[in-house]
Nanobody, 127 residues
Framework: QVQLVESGGGLVQAGGSLRLSCAASGRTFSTYAMGWFRQAPGKEREFVAGISWSGGTTGYRDSVKGRFTISRDNAKNTVYLQMNSLKPEDTAVYYC????????????????????WGQGTQVTVSS
């Protein structure tokens, strides 16, 4: 069982930066693929970024490529999302999620592949 707690959200002006953190409990965190998703009001939850258990494979949705960076520190049981050059359309509740990956060096883009979810953190980007 893994419990996930996000932090680092807030209000920022367009062009600014935020770093989200997701702290995980449990000794098996290092074996999980991790993902960041977001959900804006009235919209579906969407994949933002993913990272394999080792950190060796990462992926992003097209609209955040070159602006967002996902990383993880398995010694600290934490995954991060560095968000730069933020835009008003990035405004959403951001969720981290974990999925058993059995040491497969991959991540998942589909929400239903993830069994564990945090409570979410609000990111608001003003224009």
């Amino acid at each position: 069982q893994v419990q996930l707690v996000e932090s680092g959200g807030g209000l920022v002006q367009a062009g600014g930066s935020l770093r989200l953190s997701c702290a995980a409990s449990g000794r098996t965190f290092s074996t999980y693929a991790m993902g960041w998703f977001r959900q804006a009001p009235g919209k579906e939850r969407e994949f933002v970024a993913g990272i394999s258990w080792s950190g060796g494979t990462t992926g992003y949705r097209d609209s955040v490529k070159g602006r967002f960076t996902i990383s993880r520190d398995n010694a600290k049981n934490t995954v991060y999302l560095q968000m730069n050059s933020l835009k008003p359309e990035d405004t959403a509740v951001y969720y981290c999620a974990g999925a058993r990956s059995y040491y497969s060096d991959t991540y998942y883009t589909q929400a239903d592949a993830y069994a564990y979810w945090g409570q979410g953190t609000q990111v608001t980007v003003s224009s």
